[in-house]
């Protein structure tokens, strides 16, 4: 009996003559492999071309080198996988784009990872998986993978799991789709880890994750006559610690608390947030620019935080009559609302998101700068991220927007402001002062300086 995993061609003839082997047997040792061949599935599909990887199906692998140690400071690309492909609706001769416009982790319960993607009309759920040992040694397969007749197999080999270079496969596990008439522009996990929420602009649906073919409306605000609507949902997040609570942003700047308790459908909000508008500060561009673009509960769920066009709000979940702080992003933009509506900018949808200890938030702005505030101190920063400050271990230098009169010599002129440069989505590490910021094409990610 072979045990070593290597083949009877290398070993040469076996020494031990084997009886022909029962039906049982048989099945026993087909079962066996059935289930080999399945763990090791990915790597029997590829090939190769340089440091390019293909995969026939639906999964993408990617192929990951973990001999060289990585230091501190040091981030490579982990996994690469077409989330979406274009789709045309026939019916409405509509073409549907593969741009992703929102993704959310799933909590980690095993060695996997698992998360939500979805573009305007498609919610994927995603298993991320590693592999680092393939099975050698088949009973049904020749070296060159070749199935053998089961009935001429005289000799009986127990396959081995041998290590190999580490392999990162991305496979879909759930396809949730034909629930959305208009673009979904939210995805929200609940803290019971069995559902999560979907916002588009006039509704919202609630989801399990193991049902694919039927969502739950909990909120709809579509008029009957749709000449009368005057509102549209910008924004929809769950609670982070009891899975009975949401909160949605509509473009009118408020924010409505819902409670999955009260009603099946919950048209009737529990908390209504709101600003009260100055009259003296109205103007033609005032509703467009305190639509919130993104709210984000606080780790501890007693704050959320909103993102209008010019600033960041944070709000007492206990008090709904004004926020608690404002945060002006970038206020010196005020003055260039009307070129800013000209140039379709003043719809841009930024997004904002806490730091680890709720201490800290952070939002993005024009010509790659991005905001970051200390709640405690009362502080804040402008910084920039771009190729020519990114280098290993350089240091952000302070930014400043010089908005008229004499210019110093570290200052920026407003009117030299990139606009096509924008970070719109941001990402802080749960834990640790490490941040990421996406600036067009780029995700540049930045830490505590390292002694």
């Not at 290590?163 to 759930?174: F, G, H, I, K, Q």
């Not at 709640?375 to 920063?381: A, E, I, K, P, S």
């Amino acid at each position: 009996m072979t045990c070593s995993g290597a083949s009877r061609r290398s070993r040469g003839p076996s020494t031990r003559t084997w009886r022909k082997l029962t039906s049982s047997q048989l099945l026993n040792l087909i079962t066996l492999e059935i289930c080999l061949q399945r763990e090791t599935r990915a790597a029997e599909s590829l090939f190769f071309s340089g440091n390019k990887r293909v995969t026939h199906g639906p999964s993408s692998v990617s192929r990951q080198n973990k001999s060289r140690p990585h230091s501190r400071g040091e981030y490579n690309v982990y996994s690469t996988f077409q989330s979406h492909e274009p789709e045309f609706d026939y019916l409405k001769s509509l073409e549907i784009e593969e741009k992703i416009n929102k993704i959310r982790w799933l909590p980690q319960q095993n060695a996997a990872h698992f998360l939500l993607s979805t573009n305007d009309k498609t919610i994927k759920l995603w298993k991320i998986s590693e592999r680092d040992k393939r099975a050698e040694g088949y009973n049904l397969k020749d070296e060159d993978g070749r199935l053998r007749d089961p009935f001429r197999i005289t000799a009986l080999r127990v396959p081995i799991l041998k290590p190999m270079d580490l392999m990162v496969e991305a496979s879909p596990r759930r396809i949730f789709a034909n629930a959305h008439t208009y673009h979904i522009n939210s995805i929200s996990v609940n803290s019971d880890h069995e559902t999560y929420l979907s916002a588009d602009d006039l509704r919202i649906n609630l989801w399990h994750l193991e049902i694919t073919d039927r969502s739950f409306n909990i909120v709809d605000i579509k008029p009957v006559n749709m000449e009368e609507l005057t509102e549209v949902i910008t924004a929809a997040e769950f609670h982070p610690h009891q899975c009975n609570v949401f909160v949605y942003s509509s473009s009118k700047g408020t924010i409505r608390l819902c409670d999955m308790r009260s009603s099946a459908l919950c048209d009737r909000h529990s908390k209504f947030f709101e600003e009260p508008e100055d009259p003296s500060s109205r103007s033609f561009f005032s509703e467009i620019i305190s639509s919130i673009s993104d709210v984000r509960f606080s780790h501890s769920g007693r704050y959320m935080m909103t993102r209008d066009y010019l600033s960041v709000k944070v709000w007492d979940l206990n008090m709904e009559s004004r926020p608690v702080e404002t945060h002006q992003v970038h206020e010196y933009l005020r003055s260039k609302l009307c070129s800013l509506y000209e140039n379709d900018c003043i719809f841009d949808k930024f997004e904002c998101c806490w730091g680890g200890s709720d201490s800290a938030i952070m939002t993005g702005s024009y010509n790659n700068f991005f905001r970051m505030f200390d709640r405690n101190t009362r502080r804040d920063v402008t910084l920039e991220a771009s190729r020519e400050n990114s280098k290993p271990r350089a240091s952000l230098k302070p930014r400043k927007v010089c908005t008229g009169g004499k210019r110093k010599k570290d200052e920026i002129s407003v009117d030299s402001l990139d606009f096509n440069k924008k970070i719109l989505h941001t990402a802080w590490h749960p834990a640790e002062n490490i941040i990421a910021v996406a600036a067009t094409n780029n995700l540049y990610i930045f830490q505590d300086k390292v002694n």
